[in-house]
């Protein structure tokens, strides 16, 4: 009965060291997947800045060709 009880105290154990590296694991790649997350936030941004900039310039550039047309 005592051997019985200590395997299966040591296959808590195991067990528990085993749950111990996959939750060590996960909070690694949580903060990994955090960080990407907010690189490609920031990327977005920048991306939709840039967008809106060249919207701009080429509406201006209409504006100017439209008048450039228009009979004087």
Known sequence: M???TELDLRKLELQIEELIRA???LKD???SL???QDS???ERASL???TELAR???EAMITRLKSMEAPQ
């Open 40 to 42: 490609l936030v920031a």
């Open 34 to 36: 955090r960080a990407r």
């Open 48 to 50: 939709i800045e840039k």
């Open 23 to 25: 939750c060590a694991y």
């Open 56 to 58: 701009t310039r080429v």
């Open 2 to 4: 005592k051997e019985s």
């Open 29 to 31: 790649e949580n903060k």
